[in-house]
């Protein structure tokens, strides 16, 4: 049988190639890796492209939450503190937030892009992957609210 190492990329139709790669450049952190005619390649900076950004069709419908197809995809980052960060500066640039939970084994901040892709930023609860398979498989594991501090004002 064919045992997956990992996911290794994901590539997005989007309305505004611009656009897109401005939100997941400037707001989300991504880097360029290179640009085509058939779009931008962007990286987390470790490996050659984790994200692409192909431009749609013209006559391509947004998408619409609940349908078949993508739900989200979800960014890994370092710990609580960069989640902190990462929530404050999605609200600051006027990011569309969906909802924060705490899952247990990770912690997350799921929100929209430019073109209603959900995506999620999330930092591990546990230190190793083995204790968070653990908890993930936990008999009665629920989710809960994630209440990430307000940025205090300036």
């Known amino acids: 049988m064919v045992k997956p190492k990992r996911i290794g990329h994901l590539v997005l139709n989007v309305k505004d190639v611009e656009v897109s790669e401005k939100f997941y450049t ?18 987390c900076g470790k490996i050659h492209h984790d994200l692409a950004l192909f431009q749609a ?5 947004p998408v619409t939450e609940g349908r078949l197809g993508l739900n989200h995809f979800a ?4 710990d609580m503190d960069e989640l902190q960060e990462a929530y404050q500066h999605f609200k600051a640039h006027g990011v569309n937030i969906d909802r924060l939970v705490d899952h247990g084994m990770t912690k997350s901040v799921y929100f929209f892009d430019p073109d209603g892709n959900r995506i999620e930023f999330f930092c591990n609860s546990t ?6 398979l653990a908890l993930m ?3 009665g594991r629920k989710n809960t609210e994630l209440v990430l501090e307000e940025a205090p004002v300036s």
């Open 137 to 139: 498989r936990a008999p």
């Open 26 to 43: 400037e707001v989300l952190g991504f880097e360029i890796s290179v640009k085509r005619p058939l779009g931008t390649f962007l990286t």
């Open 57 to 61: 069709p013209e006559d391509a419908q």
């Open 127 to 132: 230190e190793t992957a083995e204790e968070g």
């Open 75 to 78: 960014v890994q980052i370092e």
